[in-house]
């Protein structure tokens, strides 16, 4: 199958609105990946709307009739072979005493983290700050009050459920539905599952307008007839974003201190919706939870999951950076210098490069703190549910539900989710399910 040509025949069907979202993130993503794209085409295509669907496809064809260029410093492969740094022996086995404790923390640091950074999701960090800090309420260090939602402008009833005066359950979001899905996967299917087999839960369990970006895209795809990899890969500008990373934390979560199986289980179901970096990225997360299990120094559980990821990778150079930019300055300082203003500002807000910068960041500056670091991860912006989710499994994996401090888990014993099937998870229930998938 030529990606290609079918990408073309997808953008000939689809409508010439998201024919028009599209087309400037591919414009992006191509340049980003390598592609020498000249300016002229890199204009026509930044600025799609407007201009007819023979236009658009005319410069479509000549992006991708361009090569990476000679020069272009990485080296991004698919192949799991070729993915793995090297091999990461298992680094030991937590006390069984000790796993219920671990995976139901990282579950309740998942939710604590994504409900702390809902509400300013997709607000600018300009108007976090400026709206926030008269109020008392940046950095952001608890759920934010009710008043400081209303005035970042939301008035619909599930964000202000994530306000500390009426916050009673984890609120639906898509960070979370994934993670009861997944778990639902390995316990249908087990750790030898299939990428078709993740397609099947998709097509059975996920509702089209509630998934976004690299996953309805790929959604879209399997409802053409297209099967993994080529979901991820026909006309599908956000194959590097952060999607897959969210998705991936109960590959972690059964794996205690195996990353390298961890991220094995993490690559085979991130290659439904994404490629090269957003793969790494699901990969280096999944690791870091499995990490977590033994490891007790974020630094070190950073360091031994870059194990699974290509040292050639853009991510992999993105987290070096950022961990050398950490131990030198203040977390606000090394998020504005890298992210901010340096040369990871070129990426769009929902990458996963810059997003696994900030958990990276918040992990090392929040130092084992619980509030701290998924506050940091919060405070940070960019996608800040995601981020405030990842950063809260990784520690809560670490410190386990005994010590996450009351103030943050006493309100999650719930999910609710828009699965089919299901409206609301028990966290104990979900517990329960991972401890059994556990060797």
């Known amino acids: 199958m030529s990606i290609i040509d079918e990408s073309i025949r997808v953008a000939e069907a689809i409508s010439l609105k998201e024919l028009w979202e599209l087309l400037p993130q591919e414009a992006n ?27 658009l496809l005319s410069a479509l064809r000549d992006l991708y009739s361009l090569n990476i260029s000679p020069s272009y410093p990485y080296w991004e492969p698919e192949e799991f072979k070729e993915i793995i740094s090297k091999n990461v022996n298992e680094l030991g086995k937590p006390s069984p005493g000790d ?3 671990k995976v139901r923390g990282g579950l309740v640091g998942r939710c604590a983290g994504c409900i702390l950074g809902k509400p300013v999701e997709v607000v600018s960090l300009d108007k976090v700050i400026s709206t926030l800090k008269p109020l008392g309420e940046y950095p952001i260090s608890y759920f934010l009050s009710l008043r400081a ?28 539905d994934y993670t009861i899905l997944n778990s639902l996967l390995l316990k249908e299917r087990g750790e030898t599952f299939s990428t078709m087999d993740v397609a099947q839960m998709w097509l059975n369990h996920l509702p089209y307008m509630k998934i976004y970006t690299a996953e309805r895209v790929a959604y879209r795809n399997l409802t053409l007839g297209y099967t993994p990899p080529h979901t991820a890969k026909i006309l599908n500008p956000y194959r590097e974003w952060i999607g897959a990373r969210i998705r991936c934390d109960p590959f972690g979560y059964i794996s205690p201190g195996d990353p ?22 699901s990969m280096f997360t999944a690791a870091m939870i499995s990490s ?8 070190e559980i950073i360091k031994t999951s870059l194990s699974v990821i290509p040292q050639s990778s853009r991510l992999y150079e993105a987290i070096e950076d950022v961990m050398k930019e950490a131990r030198k300055r203040s977390w606000d300082d090394a998020v504005h210098n890298l992210i901010y203003e340096g040369k990871y500002s070129k990426y769009h807000p929902v990458h996963a490069i810059p997003n696994d910068m900030i958990v990276a960041v918040s992990l090392i500056c929040g130092d084992r703190d619980f509030g701290e670091s998924i506050s940091i991860a919060v405070s940070s912006g960019l996608d800040t549910d995601c981020n405030g989710a990842t950063v809260g499994s990784i520690l809560g994996v670490l410190l386990g539900y005994s010590h996450i401090p009351n103030k943050w ?13 299901y409206s609301e998870f028990p966290i104990s229930t979900l517990t329960e399910t991972l401890l059994k998938l556990i060797d």
């Open 260 to 281: 390298t199986s961890a991220a094995r289980m993490a690559y085979t179901e991130s290659l439904i919706s994404h490629v090269k970096n957003g793969v790494y990225s």
């Open 409 to 421: 888990r006493k309100h999650f014993s719930i999910i609710e989710t828009i699965l089919a099937g």
């Open 149 to 176: 939602i209303g005035a970042l402008g939301h008035t619909e009833e599930p964000i202000l459920n994530c306000s500390r005066e009426k916050l009673s359950s984890a609120v639906r979001d898509d960070d979370l």
């Open 99 to 101: 796993l219920k404790d």
């Open 292 to 299: 977590s299990f033994i490891l007790e120094d974020p630094k």
């Open 29 to 55: 993503a191509s340049r980003e990946e390598g592609v020498d794209v000249p300016e002229e085409l890199f204009y026509t295509l930044k600025n799609s709307k407007g201009k007819s669907r023979e236009q």
